[in-house]
């Protein structure tokens, strides 16, 4: 029977805003949000893209005339991702994102960094992307890092069956669940869905499993206010198995990665939060008795 494969867009190693400890983090290809300020919208496709820095591109050409397509080279909807560009870039500036890797690919990645984990608490987070857009392979990997005796964590934004969520859950010691907003109709103006199905799962998983941290991402002008943290937190302080919540300031590291896929951002000009807003924002929480973290 071949080995469970799936695709992956990045192995972070001596990650320590993943969870607990000393982590290695991997993001898996694909997502069903489309947020207006998403850090990696390099893993928003499930399929490969081509990533193009254009500060490294030194119009040589090289790109081109590797190409199988010819005159139709560097076209979206003629291109096969054959990787020949890739490859015959001089200076690294075309760059393939997303490759298939197998179960045993990644927990060898992983086990590279057992003492670390040992020594810190720390572990495996299975991030994207959205790692449940993928669950017979996230599924495989929970279970061979439960043989290898490696923690694991999955980062997950909550949108996916309720039923693949659940099978996952005993597998899993720590779930990290982004909660956005709780209005609904702000949701699906800056994801592109409803929250009703992610705050349904959640609460689901709270009575499944006993170990959730909430993270919120605190995003100036669109979730920040008095009544939207508040709400937010009462969704929290309300499930069973919510033993922390992250309040995690906006940053604009997302604006540069989706101009490299081709991709609009949405928030230009957006600026991170101060430090006394982020105070504000965790006392929100910690006043319906919630254990609150500024950071991941």
Known sequence: MPMESGLVFDIQRFSIHDGPGIRTTVFLKGCPLD?????????????????????RCIRCGECRRACPQ??????????????????????????????????A????????????????????T?????????????RALLEACRAAGVRT???????????????????ADLFLWDLKFADEARHVRYTGVSNGPILENLRALGRAHGHIWIR????????????????????????????????????????????????????????????GRMEEAAAAFAGHGLKVKIGG
Request: glycine fraction near 12%; proline fraction near 7%; charge should be negative.
């Open 35 to 55: 947020c207006w300020w998403c850090h990696n919208p390099e893993g928003t496709s499930a399929e490969p893209q081509i990533l193009v820095l254009e500060g």
């Open 153 to 171: 964590a999955v980062d997950t934004c909550g949108y996916a069956p309720q039923e693949d969520l659940l099978a996952l859950a005993p597998l």
């Open 70 to 103: 010819g005159d139709r080279a560097g076209a979206a909807e003629t291109c096969t991702l054959c990787g020949r560009c890739v490859a015959a870039c001089p200076t690294g500036a075309r760059q393939m994102v997303g490759r298939r890797m197998t179960v």
């Open 216 to 275: 919120v991402p605190v995003i100036p002008g669109v979730n920040d206010d008095a009544a939207q943290l508040d709400a937010l937190a009462r969704c929290a302080a309300s499930v069973e198995g919510v033993r922390q919540v992250n309040v995690l300031p906006y940053h604009e590291g997302g604006a540069a990665k989706s101009r490299r896929v081709g991709r609009a951002y949405r928030l230009d000009g957006a600026a991170p939060p101060s430090a």
């Open 105 to 124: 690919e990644v927990v060898a990645e992983v086990l590279k960094d057992r003492v670390f984990y040992d020594e810190s608490g720390g572990g495996a």
């Open 126 to 138: 299975f991030s994207g992307g959205e790692p449940l857009l993928q669950p017979r392979f996230l």
